[in-house]
């Protein structure tokens, strides 16, 4: 255990966004944080960072090494690195690209938890949560890649969570709406209004759902996903 008894998370996706406002949050509530993004990043605290791309097994293999040589111990896991993008279906490129957005959010967190299984058990249980999107509970014209990817990792959560119940791992995923990030960089203002609350949500908000999923206060809650839309997808 660390000197204060602290709780180790792992968070990819980390220098931006949802990632970084999750990192920033569990820091703020005593957390040591093992930080991982595409590339090298500066954060304040107890953290230790690593460049890497979540696609690669060898990338969350040494996240966790690196959490139990830093801090000796895992007990949670973001997994919130994610690509996506507007895809035409019939552009040259569109399979590799497809391929790609699948690697990161699919693989990514399939590879994720198979990294931090060992290292949760050994800490007697933990949590996992996985960023999905709105996307994967509904389709928009164009983003036919990341809808599916994302449908996908619901249902990988859901299963994770089934086979790692009896070790004492919950494993859940958050389906943020539209949140004012990079991602949705130069996205038109009025797609605000299509949202129920009447505005983009900010990355702290996902950030909150995250911490709390991790959290003992989230004991009994597996295997579900926890929609934080502003109402988007209950019109
Ligand atoms: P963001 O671009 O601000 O942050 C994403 C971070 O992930 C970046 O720092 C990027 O470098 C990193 N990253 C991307 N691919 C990676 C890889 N292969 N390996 C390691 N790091 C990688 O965007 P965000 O909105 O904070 O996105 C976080 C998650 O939230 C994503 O999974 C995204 O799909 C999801 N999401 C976002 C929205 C939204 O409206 N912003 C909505 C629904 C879901």
Do not use: C
Not at 52 to 68: F, H, I, K, Q, W
Not at 110 to 132: C, K, N
């Amino acid at each position: 255990p660390t000197a204060a008894g602290a709780r180790v998370v792992l968070v990819t996706g980390a220098a931006s966004g949802i990632g970084r406002a999750t990192v920033d949050l569990l820091l703020a509530r005593g957390s040591r944080v093992v930080a991982v993004d595409l590339d090298e990043l500066a954060i304040e605290g107890e953290v230790v960072a690593l460049a890497g791309d979540v696609a690669d097994e060898e990338t969350n293999r040494a996240a966790v090494a690196l959490a139990v040589e830093a801090f000796g111990r895992l007990d949670g896991v973001v997994l919130n690195a994610g690509a996506g993008g507007t895809l035409p279906w019939e552009d040259p490129g569109a399979v590799a690209a497809a391929e790609r957005i699948f690697a990161v959010n699919l693989h990514g967190p399939m590879l994720g938890i198979r990294a931090a299984v060992p290292a949760l058990r050994q800490a007697g249980g933990g949590a996992i949560v996985v960023t999905a999107s709105v996307a994967g509970l509904r389709a928009d014209p164009g983003t036919w890649a990341y809808n599916a990817s994302k449908s996908a990792v619901i249902n990988l959560v859901r299963a994770a969570a089934l086979d790692y119940a009896a070790a004492g791992i919950r494993v859940n995923a958050i389906a943020p709406g539209l949140t004012r990030t990079r991602i949705i960089e130069g996205a038109d203002p009025l797609l605000a209004e299509r949202v129920p609350l009447g505005r983009f949500a900010e990355p702290g908000e996902q950030a909150e759902p995250i911490g709390f999923l991790l959290s003992p206060a989230a004991s009994y809650i597996t295997g579900t996903t926890l929609v934080v839309d502003g109402g988007l997808d209950a019109g």
